[in-house]
C-alpha cells in the first residue's frame, strides 16, 4: 500500500537488509521526495537513495565538486546542512566521496535496498553508523 505522496513508480521501499525502509530525518526533511525517506524513485535522476550522517569531512569535499550541502537556501526550502546531520545522498557522490576516502556514515536501516546495485553491502557496513 502506498502513503500520502509516495511515488507510484518506487521500486519498493526496503532497505538494505530487506527490511522495510526507515526513515533517514525529519528535521531537517530529507529525500526527494522530502518525506524523510531515501526512496529508489524512478524519478529521481539523482538517486538520493544513501542516508548518511554526514561529516565535516564530506560536507568540504562535496562543496569541492560544486554541491554545497552547507549554505541555507530559502528559495529552495533548503536549510542548510551541518555535521551530525541525517540526509539522502545521491549514490553517485557517495561512491565518488568513498574513492576519495571521505564518505560519511551511513544509516544502513534507512538506506535503500538499490544502493546495493552499486556498492557491497560489506562495504556500506564497513561504514555503519556507530561501527
Given amino acids: 500500500m502506498s502513503s500520502p505522496g509516495h511515488d507510484a513508480a518506487a521500486q519498493d521501499d526496503s532497505n538494505v537488509y530487506g527490511d522495510r525502509l526507515q526513515p533517514c530525518s525529519h528535521d531537517p526533511r530529507t529525500g526527494f521526495l522530502r518525506d524523510g525517506h531515501c526512496r529508489h524513485l524512478r524519478r ?9 550522517e554526514l561529516t565535516a569531512e564530506f560536507l568540504e569535499f562535496s562543496k569541492a565538486q ?9 528559495e529552495y526550502n533548503f536549510p542548510g546542512l ?7 545522498l545521491c549514490v ?3 561512491v565518488e566521496a568513498h574513492d576519495a576516502g ?3 556514515p551511513v544509516v544502513l536501516e534507512a538506506t535503500s535496498e538499490a544502493v546495493l546495485e552499486d ?4 562495504t556500506l557496513e564497513s561504514y555503519a553508523v556507530g561501527e
Avoid: K, Y
Fill in 44 to 52: 529521481d535522476p539523482g538517486r538520493h537513495e544513501v542516508c548518511a
Fill in 66 to 74: 560544486g554541491n554545497d550541502l552547507v549554505t541555507p537556501r530559502p
Fill in 82 to 88: 551541518e555535521p551530525g546531520d541525517c540526509w539522502c
Fill in 92 to 94: 553517485p557522490r557517495w
Fill in 102 to 104: 571521505c564518505a560519511p
Fill in 119 to 122: 556498492v557491497s553491502l560489506s
